[in-house]
């Protein structure tokens, strides 16, 4: 089959590969008819996520049809021809962790688990596509994907909706409303969302649909600034203003009641001697993540508030605001998005109407393209928002 | 190391050695017949303070280490006497010869105590734990199927059950050799504790118990391994070991994570980066993150 895989920072290429076989018994194979290019890939591209190796498949988000099914998995839970949406973070649904609906927390299925102590002091789950750090396993970005936990993770869809309207319930719409759901959000919550990106538009919708009064959202790109503001949304360009002043001029000089970064760790920064100086660090491996939408947030959330993390971070940061988050009462709440918890609840906003996955979509192009669509997502090119491949 | 006498006779010698020139560096190098100039004195005084670092070692630690430190000692002396005899103004020449000659012969013992001592064996404790979400005599009657083992214990190739109540243990151990031996159910209380010990001629002497715990709160069963072995080649064998990824700790650790794994979800959980199971760990570089090939998983998975 073809896959698009990594080869070394910076250049990805589909390239054939094996199909995929059963290695457990509770393992399918989907046949895979849409998929995506995460933002979250661009930090495996350029390679600040360690442990990747040469030939490794890309692809986190996809959905597609089962073709094979594992003998430990009854046919009440999943068969061939079923068409599902495969979620992001590989869970086993029997340890603690998947209880408490914690599944990007799974502790059985990181092969690589040890490993992955070492960096972050206790294992994560397991997820497609993603380093061999989070398990090395085979990612979505191909013809066909082999699926473990079978009859735990895939989403049927049992509707006539199109690909493009459920294929993001594998990861970025339910981050997106992760990052919203962990704000709480009560009537008359002003939400600032950093980072315009796909994630950072399904956290502003989500903020809206759980009540959000007023939602902000900070970049720089003008087109992802005018998806936010098409949408309805208060924007801010960063290198144009003063991010601080803006929020208070916003907010009555309260500050934003809840703040989501949806950057992550690739974060850049208006001033050029700030970014300079973390690109340093970065370089001499003396910080391996840049934080400013991070460090913005907690600075501008008003005394009490909640500042929630989507954004992906890998390692250390430098500068955490310590002093800001302790004096003035502020909860920090985080996580890889445990999609199992919400794919259900928004398979009905979805159907509902309530949310359009598909707005944020401008680019759909056959799996050969591929790394046409790394490149310009990742340099922000032709007003790259989503790539969808078409395998 | 238990107490061993040689060691402990060579720590009293070395606190002998090292008073005397300390107290009376003058008298010490009119003694060894190399005069009492203030160099001589200097010298006898750094002598002295070498001896009462090895004393303190080896009265101390009685580690191989120290025996070494007195090796080294041995040979630094050697040399200094040999360029006094060499360089000698004749009084005294006698005094002189006769201390290196002393010094040759306990350079001998030393030599032969630091390489006996450090050849000795070590016992090694290890301990892991997990938590386990399923109730305690569950968890227990997997493990007490001996024969399981093998399935999640990276090292352990083979555990047969004898008709005699004995098993048979075969495991691969560092740089490619086998090891096997039998072992006994020393304490068996179902849903709490099992505790066993190889018997006779075992090419590794080792014991080890398991104990099951309800976790609080109904968190499942706490699982608490503490293995006990005998390791061949002493510190320097398991430092070695270490460098080559095997780190007894580390390997009992992911040992029990899938232990867990098979108690919680049925099997080892494998991906296509570590399709062994089992030897993960082993596979860095791992097979990259896509389908293996027909062949790779006859070879990988089933074995």
Known sequence: MKANCWIRPNHVEVRDVPDPAMLNSRDAIVKITSTAICGSDLHLLDGYVPTMQKGDIMGHEFMGEVVEVGKGVSRDQLRVGDRVVVPFPIACGACAACQAELYSCCENTNPNAGLAEKFFGHPVAGIFGYSHLTGGFAGGQAQYARVPFADVNPLKIESDLRDEQVLFLSDILPTGYMGADMCDITAGDVVAVWGAGPVGQFAMDSAQVLGAEKVIAIDKEPYRLEMAARAGYLTIDFEQTDVRSALLELTGGRGPDKCIDAVGLEATHGSMPIMAYDRAKQATRMESDRPYALRQAIMSCRSGGIVSVIGVYGGLVDKFPAGAFMNRALTLRTGQCHVQRYMKPLLEHIERGEIDPTRIITHTLPLEQAPHGYDIFKHKQDGCEKVVLKP | ?303
């Open chain 2, 1 to 303: 190391m238990a107490d061993d006498k040689l060691t402990r006779g060579l720590g009293w010698l070395s606190l002998g050695l090292g008073i005397s020139p300390l107290l009376a560096p003058g008298q010490f190098g009119k003694a060894i017949g190399v005069g009492d100039a203030p160099r001589h004195r200097a010298t006898a005084v750094a002598v002295g303070g070498q001896e009462l670092a090895a004393a303190a070692g080896l009265l101390g630690q009685q580690s191989p280490v120290w025996l070494w430190y007195r090796v080294g000692g041995d040979l630094l002396h050697i040399g200094m006497l040999s360029r006094a005899l060499k360089n000698h103004d004749g009084r005294g020449l006698e005094r002189t010869g006769t201390a290196l000659a002393a010094v040759l012969g306990i350079t001998g013992v030393d030599v032969y105590a630091a390489v006996t001592r450090s050849r000795r064996k070590v016992e090694m404790d290890t301990t892991a734990t997990t938590t386990v979400t399923r109730p305690a005599r569950e968890v227990y009657d997997i493990w007490r199927e001996l024969e399981n083992l093998p399935s999640f214990m990276a090292h352990l190739d083979e555990v047969r059950t004898n008709a005699n109540g004995r098993s048979h243990w075969r495991a691969s151990a560092p740089f490619g050799r086998t090891v096997e031996w039998d072992a006994e159910i020393t304490e068996d209380v179902p849903g709490e504790r099992i505790a066993w010990r190889s018997v006779g001629g075992a090419d590794i002497d080792n014991e080890g118990h398991i104990r099951f715990e309800p976790a609080p709160g109904g968190r499942g069963t706490e699982v608490h391994v503490t293995l006990r072995y005998t390791m061949p080649g002493g510190k320097l064998g398991q430092a070695v070991a270490r460098y080559f990824g095997e780190d007894p700790h580390q390997q009992l650790d992911d040992d029990l994570r899938r232990f867990k794994q098979v108690a919680e979800t049925g099997e080892v959980v494998r991906s296509e980066g570590a399709p062994g199971g089992k030897r993960a760990r082993q596979e860095f570089p791992q097979h990259p993150a896509q389908p293996l090939t027909r062949g790779e998983i006859s070879q990988e998975v089933q074995s």
